[in-house]
């Protein structure tokens, strides 16, 4: 397997403009988490899927992030309107249960101007 | 809610030395324990995870131990060498109804040589 396939890989945008981050879970994963990591906060988790219903969205910022996952292969991560302060690091993550390692991906560097 | 503190936050040896770095948790309903290395700019590499009822696991000159009843991990990493200058980071799995992974800060450690 590929392991966990986010893109892009890098991201500049106008604040104010619509972002939407993907992801590949590694195939067979029950799990995927959406992280942000930042100097200041370090990793925060935004949301989790398990078998691709979303159950914890507590760390989501604001009603600007939202979260799909409409298939066991597929995730969105979309930001809109977007702003200076969205930008980071974004990390898709996926586990096949609860029990075993999670496994990451190389990560999206947002950058809002 | 969980909160997972990594102590040092930085720390620089000379190469060959070992050392500890330290995990703690506050709530010990874990599944497992977790980890992994970032290097400037990269993602996250899983490097061992601990399950709930082990004491300690190994990889090459990478040793880890879970006390889950006091709430610490440890990371033992033996005749260390420049290659393992990096940020490390631990995670914990919850258990019950929030199987979240929630990340400590990190430790930046840097083998001099």
């Known amino acids: 397997d590929a392991g966990v396939i986010q893109s892009p890989r890098h991201e500049v945008t106008e604040m104010g403009q619509e972002v939407t981050l993907r992801c590949k879970p590694i195939?067979?994963?029950?799990?995927l988490f959406w992280y942000r990591q930042t100097m200041m906060r370090g990793l925060e988790l935004l949301i989790y899927f398990n078998n691709n219903v979303p159950i914890d969205d507590s760390g989501m910022p604001e009603d600007r992030f939202s979260a799909k996952m409409p298939n066991a292969s597929f995730s969105t991560l979309k930001i809109q309107p977007s702003e200076p302060r969205d930008s980071a690091v974004y990390f898709c993550?996926?586990?096949?249960?609860?029990?075993?390692?999670?496994?990451f991906g190389q990560g999206t560097r947002l950058t809002v101007v | 809610k969980q909160e997972v503190t990594q102590i040092p936050a930085a720390l620089s040896v000379p190469e060959g030395e070992n050392l500890v770095l330290n995990c703690s948790f506050t709530d010990s309903a874990i599944y497992n324990l977790q980890w992994f290395r970032q290097d400037p700019g990269k993602g996250l590499t899983s490097l061992l995870l601990?399950?709930?009822?082990?004491r300690e696991q190994t990889s090459g000159r990478l040793n880890a131990s879970l006390d889950k009843s006091s709430g610490r991990s440890t990371l033992y990493i033996a005749a260390s060498q420049p290659g393992d200058s990096a940020t490390y980071l631990c995670a914990v799995r919850q258990s019950g109804s929030a199987r979240q992974l929630t990340f400590g800060s990190g430790t930046q450690l840097t083998v001099l040589p």
């Open positions: 601990i399950q709930s009822s082990q």
């Open positions: 195939s067979g994963h029950d799990y």
């Open positions: 993550a996926s586990s096949e249960d609860s029990y075993t390692e999670a496994f």
